[in-house]
């Protein structure tokens, strides 16, 4: 079974930064896209950003410049450095993996960014 867990969530300050991980376990085939979303309190679920098998990344323009979407292939992991971080960024944030057009998802991580 596959399983998407992630890490590093927490309450920062704003002007912060904080890593979020997220390791995909249970499978031997190839992860071909990962990415991030967040879903903030009473908000829809949002794409924040993504990254392909080649390392094409791409960002929602509320983050742009200041979020690094980035993964280690060997260990099935992507990680979200998130820096200059805003109370606006407060939300739960959630990893995907796509494998054979199957997309599984984490619990979330939950992010607090105090003003």
């Known amino acids: 079974q596959v399983r998407m867990v992630e890490s590093g969530g927490g309450l920062v300050q704003a002007g912060g930064s904080l890593r979020l991980s997220c390791a995909a376990s249970?499978?031997?085939?190839?992860?071909?896209?990962m990415g991030w979303y967040r879903q903030a309190p009473g908000k829809q679920r949002e794409m924040v950003a993504g990254?392909?098998?080649?390392?094409?990344?791409n960002y929602a323009d509320s983050v742009k410049g200041r979020f690094t979407i980035f993964r280690d292939v060997s260990k099935n992991t992507v990680y979200l450095q998130m820096n200059s971080l805003k109370p606006e960024d407060t939300a739960n944030y959630y990893c995907?993996?796509?494998?054979?057009?199957?997309?599984?998802w984490g619990q979330g991580a939950k992010v607090t960014v105090s003003s």
């Open positions: 995907n993996g796509t494998i054979r057009s199957l997309r599984f």
């Open positions: 249970g499978t031997s085939l190839d992860i071909n896209a």
């Open positions: 990254i392909t098998s080649g390392g094409n990344t």
